[in-house]
C-alpha cells in the first residue's frame, strides 16, 4: 500500500489565503472569482516550504521568524494584488 500524501501542502497557502480574504475589501475592482489569481501569484512570490503538518514548522519559529513570514505574506498578497489588478486593466482597454 503506498503511504498518504495527501496531508502534505505549502505553508503560506492558508496564510495566503487568509490575507487575500483579509485585503480583499481594499482591492473592491477585483471580484472574487479573481481572487484566487491573486493567491497564486502570491504564493508563487515566496518560497516553497512544505510541510505535513502545521506545527512541524510553527513549532520551530521564533515569534521573530513569524512576525518575518507575516510581513513576507503581506507585502506578497499585496503585489499580487496590483499585478492582478494591473493585468484585468490592461485586458479590459483590448
Known amino acids: 500500500m503506498p503511504a498518504d500524501f495527501t496531508s502534505l501542502h505549502n505553508f503560506y497557502e492558508h496564510q495566503v489565503i487568509q490575507m487575500v ?3 480583499a475589501p481594499h482591492y473592491p475592482v477585483l471580484t ?3 481572487h484566487p489569481d491573486v493567491a497564486c501569484v502570491a504564493l508563487n512570490r515566496l518560497p516553497p516550504r ?3 503538518h502545521k506545527v512541524d514548522l510553527a ?3 521564533t515569534e521573530k521568524e513569524r512576525n518575518d513570514n507575516e510581513q513576507l505574506v503581506r507585502e506578497a498578497v499585496a503585489f499580487a494584488f496590483e499585478f492582478v489588478q494591473a493585468r484585468y486593466a490592461m485586458r479590459a482597454r483590448r
Open 50 to 52: 512544505y510541510i505535513r
Open 21 to 23: 480574504i483579509d485585503l
Open 59 to 61: 513549532f520551530h519559529m
Open 32 to 34: 472574487e472569482s479573481q
